[in-house]
């Protein structure tokens, strides 16, 4: 009872307290978010990239949307900013810290300010949009790799099923480009580093990403795209990823950067 008449009597300072506490905490994630968008000088963390206009059709009908309008190119909005076949299975495994969930810590030794966000080898000529759209890359980029070439990776239904779910928990919120980029690295790993199942790979590679939510239609049809018809998000292989509105990781930052998609980073390594 005494309770029940403290709130009575002092309903309104509870409410001016209450608002009070939402407004901190406003202005507190404001500032952290800012922060982090002003770390290294001010430098962007988003990479000079362009989604695939035809994402959608992609999406929709696969690699048959490649040849639709053929005779309508895609205009290039190119800028400046900066072995034929590869082994499916049989590449040693990584020795080096291995990829984790966006959302997932990878170091918390240096203070986030202090870790300056890598940026994409500049190309000697402007990168070609059209081309890796027209070769079916949901994203185009300014450093691709025109020799990065993935050799199929079938995959059991068990593995689809882990996949699909491991899409979603990872990057769900990315959509079909964002499923997809995780759907590569997936596939990368059991190219170059030789693991033979998705559960293996989310094993010795730190997966984090919770396969206990289900799935959606775009993480099944980016997994369709990326490894049925052996497709890739972007034009150059993909080992890490992070999310530094999330983490902080210099580590990653250490690594090959090659996109940020949504605010997540995705890197290759240094070497094979």
Known sequence: MKINEFIKTHKNIIVAVAVALVAVLLVVHTLVANSILSASDGRELQSNSAVNPRHKEIMENGASALTTDASSPMESTASVSTPATKQETTAPKATVPATTKATQAASTAPTLADIPFATAIAPETPADYSAQWDLGYLIAIDNPDTSYVCAPVKLTDEDRDLLERLCMGEFGS???????????????????????????????????????????????????????????????????????????????????FILSFAGVRFFDRWGY
């Open 174 to 256: 990315g959509g079909f480009i964002g499923a997809s980029l995780i759907a590569q690295a997936v596939k990368d790993a059991m190219c170059f580093d030789g693991y033979s199942s998705v559960e293996e790979v989310i094993r010795e590679c730190r997966y984090t990403g919770s396969t206990d939510i289900g799935t959606s239609s775009e993480c099944r049809q980016a997994v369709r795209y990326i490894f049925d018809e052996n497709h890739d998000a972007v034009q150059h292989r993909i080992m890490y990823m992070y999310n530094p509105y999330m983490v902080q990781s210099a580590f990653h930052e250490s690594q090959n």
